[in-house]
């Protein structure tokens, strides 16, 4: 599958939120982090999802097109994984969660090491949302026993709910490239009772029910699904969700409350938000 590269040039205060702003419209990025190089911004889509128009409302949005250039070109698939491996160094979480490729040789030993080799689909850890979900998932009151990834991207989240114990794990994603790159990480972990299925939360079993779910999108995706989460959340279940921004916690909380989930915590860097509702039973 070729994707389309869209280098922007743009002032640096401008370019988180037109981070913000790509993502909302399935823009990507091969180390899960919208690489920033002076005043240049990268960010990556699948070509056939490509628009000029939508990118173009985007930049005039900021009423700054005298000092946004961008230039775009296509990367076919066959070169993306020499792209992503020459820039995915390994990352460790809280001295707690090693996250490494196949290629990394890795001495110093951690409580948990996860082998992710990423391709295209969303999920390395070293982006805040990713990396602000595993701290949450790792730190929960109690070792969930059943899991649903929503988006699950590389399969990260549910290899790490997997090695904290986690008997029942189902991962789901609506991309065919996300949902492959998950079975190969899943098979490169040992961690074969995870099911990975290509399909929505809309597309769950009604009876089934989850410890904790997962969820991290981006706001839109989000406020639409919340709804169906929690009716899939078990009593004192918990929900954990990213891919938004503070600003966007008041409008995520009251679409949590208005469905009956209550706020516990949330985890904030560079603007980007991870937040803990648990479904209290009364």
Not at 37 to 46: R, T, W
Not at 211 to 226: G, P
Request: aromatic residues 12%; glycine residues 4%; hydrophobic residues 40%.
């Amino acid at each position: 599958m070729p994707y389309t590269e869209v280098k922007i040039f743009c002032p640096v205060a401008l370019s988180e939120i037109l981070i913000a702003e790509l993502a909302y419209i399935q823009y990507e990025s091969f180390n899960e982090s919208f690489e920033e190089n002076n005043n240049y911004l990268y960010a990556y889509i699948p070509s056939k999802l490509y628009n000029e128009n939508a990118l173009r409302e985007i930049l005039a949005r900021y009423q700054l097109e005298s000092q946004i250039t961008y230039e775009t070109q296509t990367i076919a698939e066959q070169n993306w994984n020499a792209i992503w491996e020459s820039n995915f160094t390994h990352l460790v979480i809280d001295n707690q969660i090693l996250i490494k490729a196949n290629f990394h040789q890795i001495e110093q030993t951690y409580p948990y090491a996860i082998t992710i080799n990423p391709k295209m689909a969303f999920g390395t850890g070293h982006h805040e949302t990713t990396e602000m979900m595993l701290k949450n998932l790792l730190y929960l009151p109690h070792k969930p026993q059943k899991v649903l990834d929503c988006g699950t991207g590389t399969g990260i989240l549910a290899i790490m709910a997997a090695l904290l114990g986690a008997t029942y794990i189902i991962g789901i994603d609506i991309d065919e490239w996300s949902y492959q790159n998950a079975l190969e990480n899943i098979a490169l972990n040992g961690q074969n009772h995870i099911q990975i299925a290509q399909k929505s939360i809309f597309d769950i079993e009604p009876h089934l029910v989850f410890d904790v779910i997962l969820a991290n999108i981006n706001k839109n995706v989000l406020l639409a699904e919340i709804s169906q989460y929690a009716a899939h959340l078990s009593a004192n279940g918990f929900l954990l969700m990213s891919g938004f921004y503070i600003s966007d916690l008041p409008d995520i909380q009251a679409e949590s409350e208005k469905n009956g989930l209550t706020y516990k915590s949330h985890l904030e860097k560079n603007e980007w938000v991870s937040v803990v509702f648990q479904h209290i039973s009364k």
